[in-house]
C-alpha cells in the first residue's frame, strides 16, 4: 500500500526527526503492508510549533471561509471513497462493504455536517446587555484509536476547524495509513499551512509528548479508560481542556412485549459488526425471563450467519481483529466467561477453522450471564455477546446501570412511550429506541467512566469553543 515515509506538517510532508518506523500490518494474512515514520517529541514540537503560528489568521478567518473549506475537505474525501475504503479493510480488516459504508461515507457526512455547522452556529449571541462571543480554543491535540480510524479523526478534526482551531492529530499506530489519506485530502483543500498536521507514532511517545505539550491547549482523545485517565490526569495538571472518549458496555434491553425476532437480530448484527471493534456496541443482551431460552436460540441462528471471511471480499461481514494483542485479549475473555459460568451457545476461544494466519476470533454467544461476571462488566473489544436475563423492569434497570461504563444502549417495546420511559433512567449517553438509526449530528460520548465531553453535531463543536463576555 501507499504510504508516505514523512509528517505532514506545516502544509508539507517532510522527514521525521527520528528514524524508527512502524510497520502496518494487514490482521487478515500478518503481512506487513507499509511503513510509517514513528514520531518524537522534536516532531511533535514541530507541529505544536506551526499549529501555534498558524492559529492567530485562522480564527480570525469568517465562518462562512471556514465553511469553504471544510465543503472542499468533504468533496476531497469523498473524491477518496475507494481508497479510504480498501485502505481501512487493508490495516484494519474490516469488510470492504462495511468499510465503504460506514468507515468512508460516515466520516463524508461527518466533514459535510460541519461545513454547514460552521456557517450556520451562532458564534454570537446576545444575552441581556451582553454580547456573547463563542471563539476558538487554540491549538487542540487530537489523539485518536484504530477501530472507526477515519470517523474518529473527523469527529474531531473537522468540528476543531470549524471552531477556528488549529490541530496536531496523532492517529492510532495499527491504522496510520488513512491517517495519511486524510492528510492529503486536507492538502488539497488549500488549508492554510499549519492549520492542520500529522504525526504518525507510538502512544507513549508522540501520543504523551502531545498530551503533556504546554503549546496544546485542548486534548481530545479516544481510546482505553487506561490512557484516557493518565492523559485527563495530565490535563488537570496542567488546566488545559480535554475531552475524552473511552470505553464502554452497553444494555440492549429487550422489554416483554417487544419484537424479540427483530431486536435479537438486530442485537447482534450491532455487536458482531467491525468483529465487535465498536465502542458504543450493544454488548449485554438483556431478555426477561419468560423468553430467555427463546432468545439465546434466535441469537445463536443469528450468530451462525456471521463466518469469518476475507475482508477484501464483497460478501464477508466478519472480518478479524485489527491485532495479535487484540486476539489474545478477546480469547483470553471468552476463556475466562467459561470459567466463570457462562454457557457458550456460539463460537469459543479457538482460531475459526482454516485460518492459520490472521488475527481471527470466532463471533461467540454467552448464555447464563450474571452481571458479576467479568464479560457482564469490562469490554471485550471483540465479536462476543453477553445474554442475560432479568426479572422486573427494576431489575433491567439496576442491571443495564451496573457497569463503570455509560456510552449507548437500546430499548425495544411494542410501545413507544414505554421504551422512553425506560430509556430515561438509563445512565447512558446514548439509547436507541425500537432500532433508531445512527443519527451523525447527534451528541455522542458518555457518562461515568466512558468520558467526558461529546462528540458530533452542534455539541461536538461546542467543545472547541470558549466564550467571552462583552457587556453594553
Ligand atoms: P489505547 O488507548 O492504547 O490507544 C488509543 C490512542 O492513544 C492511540 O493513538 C495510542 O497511540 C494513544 N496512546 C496510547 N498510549 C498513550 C499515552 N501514554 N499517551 C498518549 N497517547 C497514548 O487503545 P488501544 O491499545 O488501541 O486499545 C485498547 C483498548 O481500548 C481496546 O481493547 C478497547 O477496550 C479500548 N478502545 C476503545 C475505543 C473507543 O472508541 N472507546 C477505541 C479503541 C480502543
Known sequence: MKAHDGMYIDGDWRPSAGSSTIDVVNPADEQVIAKVPAGTARDVDSAVAAARAAFPVWAA??????????????????????????????????????????????????????????????????????????????????????????????????????????????????????????????????????????????????????????????????????????????????????????????????????????????????????????????????????????????AQQAAAKYVPGDPGHAESRLGPVVSAKQRDRVRGYIERGTAEGARVVAGGPDAPGGRERGYWVRPTVFADVTPDMTIAQEEIFGPVITILKYEDEDDAVRIANGTVYGLAGAVWSEDEEEAVAFARRLDTGQVDINGGRFNPLAPFGGYKQSGVGRELGAHGLAEYLQTKSLQF
Request: proline share 5%; hydrophobic share 50%; net charge negative.
Open 61 to 298: 478567518t469568517a465562518p462562512a471561509d471556514r465553511s469553504a473549506r471544510l465543503t472542499a475537505l468533504r468533496d476531497a474525501l469523498a473524491a477518496r471513497r475507494d481508497e479510504i475504503a480498501e485502505t481501512v479493510t487493508a490495516e484494519l480488516g474490516a469488510p470492504i462493504g462495511f468499510s465503504r459504508k460506514v468507515h468512508a461515507d460516515l466520516p463524508i457526512a461527518v466533514a459535510g455536517s460541519y461545513a454547514e455547522l460552521a456557517a450556520s452556529y451562532a458564534f454570537e449571541e446576545k444575552v441581556g446587555n451582553s454580547t456573547i462571543l463563542h471563539e476558538p480554543v487554540g491549538v487542540v491535540g487530537a489523539i485518536t484509536p484504530w477501530n472507526y480510524p477515519l470517523h474518529q479523526i473527523v469527529a474531531k478534526v473537522a468540528p476543531a476547524l470549524a471552531a477556528g482551531c488549529t490541530v496536531v492529530l496523532k492517529p492510532a499506530e495499527d491504522t496510520p495509513l488513512v491517517a495519511q489519506l486524510f492528510a492529503e485530502a486536507v492538502h488539497e483543500t488549500g488549508l492554510p499551512a499549519g492549520v492542520f498536521n500529522l504525526v504518525t507514532g507510538l502512544g507513549p511517545v508522540a501520543g504523551q509528548a502531545l498530551a503533556e505539550h504546554d503549546g496544546v491547549d485542548l486534548i481530545s482523545f479516544t481510546g482505553s479508560t487506561a490512557v484516557g485517565r493518565r492523559i485527563g490526569a495530565v490535563a488537570g495538571g496542567a488546566v488545559k481542556r480535554v475531552a475524552l472518549e473511552l470505553g464502554g458496555k452497553s444494555a440492549n434491553v429487550i422489554l416483554p412485549g417487544a419484537d424479540l425476532t427483530r431486536a435479537v437480530k438486530a442485537g447482534v448484527a450491532n455487536v458482531f459488526a467491525n468483529s465487535g471493534q465498536t465502542c458504543s456496541a450493544w454488548t449485554r443482551m438483556l431478555v426477561d425471563a419468560a423468553r430467555y431460552d427463546e432468545a439465546v436460540e434466535l
